[in-house]
């Protein structure tokens, strides 16, 4: 789906490769060219995690008072006074942590830059990363960007629909080895909606410590969580406190993804080097949307519980239509996301599944191999995004239908 190259462009035979070896390693993302294929068949996009519907009214009159006021230049480059005051301040609130907003929080263009500018900041070449797959598709690039060497661990699927997805504490401890320097987490998880318990995350804390290893915990899907699942801040468990990243965002809190206002709270030495990637990276987020993300922060406890609901319901009305339709699911605990296996359907894989399922019957999906290290892994999976209004669910699941038909 990407535009072909002028003639201009294309490259004559070189003395030297035109493109970086870092560059050759990873394809285009995709979830996004998923994304562009959606409009080119005009297919329902329920590819790309974002929402179809409007963002609470206070946080974009928030931001249209804020250029109003002509914030319309540089924050301070780790991120407006007000927002890292906002994030300390409900940390505090809902992890109990005191953070300092002075010498702990760097605001990045969204949790996107966050990680890559804090994997930059704490890696070394042949560094080892400890990462669970299937893992949200960005890790994977991430990793070769900043010269570490990915060591994935399978978080399995569960047998039954209602099963929980699992990692086998052997692997785990496995991928450990002296040259581990941070594990990635990922906390309601993309793509699986699994939860880690916090049984789960003292397990990972040991083998922390035990390793000197850091946790670079993304947690931006925390508030989205269902049937009880409660969110842990691995943070907050003994001895992570110094060796913790924690990665947030407004994007899918307060539905604004195209934002790009996101951050990374670490202690001072750790946020020195990310403040310092982040400064030659991208400058800053964009000054009037973190003036309305301090809005945002402050929002009620009504407003998550409300957020939580709503993402339920949406849940609850695209499983059993993926049932329905022939799709074999894992009901998520926590993100907006489900995992499905295609096995019923008898195709090769997933891409072709995938291709199928946007052009002929019109409706965007990921390809569950984007989430994994080999193709093969998850070439019986799909993902499907539900964070859309009910008729885009409900248009979306008429279509699906056509699939038993077929
Ligand atoms: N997190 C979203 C997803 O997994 C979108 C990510 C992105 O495109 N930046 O679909």
Same mark, same amino acid.
Request: charged fraction near 20%.
């Given at each position: 789906?990407?535009?072909?190259?002028?003639?201009?462009?294309?490259?004559? =035979?070189?003395?030297?490769?035109?493109?970086?070896?870092?560059?050759?390693?990873?394809?285009?993302?995709?979830?996004?060219?998923? =994304?562009?294929?959606?409009?080119?068949?005009?297919?329902? $996009?329920?590819?790309?995690?974002?929402?179809?519907?409007?963002?609470?009214?206070?946080?974009?009159?928030?931001?249209?008072?804020?250029?109003?006021?002509?914030? $319309?230049?540089?924050?301070?480059?780790?991120?407006?006074?007000?927002?890292?005051?906002?994030?300390?301040?409900?940390?505090?609130?809902?992890?109990?942590?005191?953070?300092?907003?002075?010498?702990?929080?760097?605001?990045?263009?969204?949790?996107?830059?966050?990680?890559?500018?804090?994997?930059?900041?704490?890696? $070394?070449?042949?560094?080892?990363?400890?990462?669970?797959?299937?893992?949200?598709?960005?890790?994977?690039?991430?990793?070769?960007?900043?010269?570490?060497?990915?060591?994935?661990?399978?978080?399995? %699927?569960?047998?039954?629909?209602?099963?929980?997805?699992?990692?086998?504490?052997?692997?785990?401890?496995?991928?450990?080895?002296?040259?581990?320097?941070?594990?990635?987490?990922?906390?309601?998880?993309?793509?699986?909606?699994?939860?880690?318990?916090?049984?789960?995350?003292?397990?990972?804390?040991?083998?922390?410590?035990?390793?000197?290893?850091?946790?670079?915990?993304?947690?931006?899907?925390?508030?989205?969580?269902?049937?009880?699942?409660?969110?842990?801040?691995?943070?907050?468990?003994? +001895?992570?406190?110094?060796?913790?990243?924690?990665? $947030?965002?407004?994007?899918?809190?307060?539905?604004?993804?195209?934002?790009?206002?996101?951050?990374?709270?670490?202690?001072?030495?750790?946020?020195?080097?990310?403040?310092?990637?982040?400064?030659?990276?991208?400058?800053?987020?964009?000054?009037?949307?973190?003036?309305?993300?301090?809005?945002?922060?402050?929002?009620?406890?009504?407003?998550?519980?409300?957020?939580?609901?709503?993402?339920?319901?949406?849940?609850?009305?695209?499983?059993?239509?993926?049932?329905?339709?022939?799709?074999? =699911?894992?009901?998520?605990?926590?993100?907006?996301?489900?995992? =499905?296996?295609?096995?019923?359907?008898?195709?090769?894989?997933?891409?072709?599944?995938?291709?199928?399922?946007?052009?002929?019957?019109?409706?965007?999906?990921? %390809?569950?191999? +984007?989430?994994?290290?080999? %193709?093969?892994?998850?070439?019986?999976?799909?993902?499907?995004?539900?964070?859309?209004?009910?008729?885009?669910?409900?248009?979306?699941?008429?279509?699906?239908?056509?699939?038993?038909?077929?």
């Amino acid at each position: 789906m990407v535009p072909k190259p002028s003639p201009a462009a294309v490259p004559t =035979t070189r003395s030297k490769p035109l493109i970086s070896g870092k560059a050759e390693r990873f394809t285009e993302s995709v979830i996004r060219d998923m =994304t562009r294929q959606a409009h080119l068949y005009g297919a329902i $996009n329920l590819a790309q995690g974002f929402p179809d519907f409007p963002a609470p009214a206070e946080i974009k009159r928030a931001a249209q008072e804020a250029i109003t006021a002509d914030l $319309n230049q540089y924050a301070i480059t780790w991120g407006a006074r007000s927002l890292r005051q906002a994030i300390a301040t409900k940390m505090k609130k809902w992890q109990g942590l005191e953070v300092d907003p002075e010498a702990e929080i760097t605001v990045c263009c969204g949790s996107t830059e966050a990680m890559i500018a804090s994997l930059m900041a704490i890696t $070394n070449a042949g560094d080892e990363i400890v990462v669970f797959e299937p893992f949200y598709e960005n890790y994977g690039p991430d990793a070769i960007l900043s010269g570490a060497q990915p060591r994935f661990v399978t978080l399995h %699927p569960p047998a039954d629909p209602t099963g929980e997805w699992q990692f086998d504490k052997r692997e785990l401890r496995a991928a450990f080895t002296p040259r581990t320097k941070a594990i990635i987490l990922n906390t309601p998880n993309n793509p699986t909606g699994k939860v880690f318990t916090r049984a789960e995350l003292e397990f990972i804390r040991e083998l922390c410590v035990e390793f000197d290893a850091l946790a670079i915990t993304d947690e931006i899907y925390e508030h989205i969580l269902y049937d009880g699942a409660r969110h842990t801040s691995i943070v907050t468990l003994d +001895s992570m406190r110094e060796r913790t990243i924690t990665i $947030n965002s407004l994007s899918k809190t307060y539905s604004v993804t195209g934002w790009r206002v996101g951050w990374a709270v670490a202690p001072p030495v750790l946020t020195n080097a990310i403040r310092k990637v982040h400064d030659f990276l991208t400058v800053g987020a964009p000054a009037p949307l973190q003036e309305a993300g301090a809005t945002a922060l402050d929002l009620p406890e009504s407003y998550y519980e409300g957020l939580a609901a709503a993402y339920r319901a949406r849940r609850d009305r695209l499983l059993p239509a993926l049932r329905q339709a022939g799709f074999k =699911t894992f009901a998520p605990r926590g993100a907006y996301y489900i995992m =499905t296996d295609i096995g019923g359907f008898g195709f090769p894989d997933d891409v072709s599944f995938a291709q199928h399922l946007v052009k002929d019957i019109g409706v965007a999906s990921v %390809p569950g191999s +984007s989430f994994y290290s080999h %193709p093969k892994l998850g070439a019986h999976q799909v993902r499907f995004a539900f964070c859309k209004t009910d008729a885009t669910l409900d248009e979306a699941a008429r279509r699906l239908l056509k699939l038993k038909k077929a």
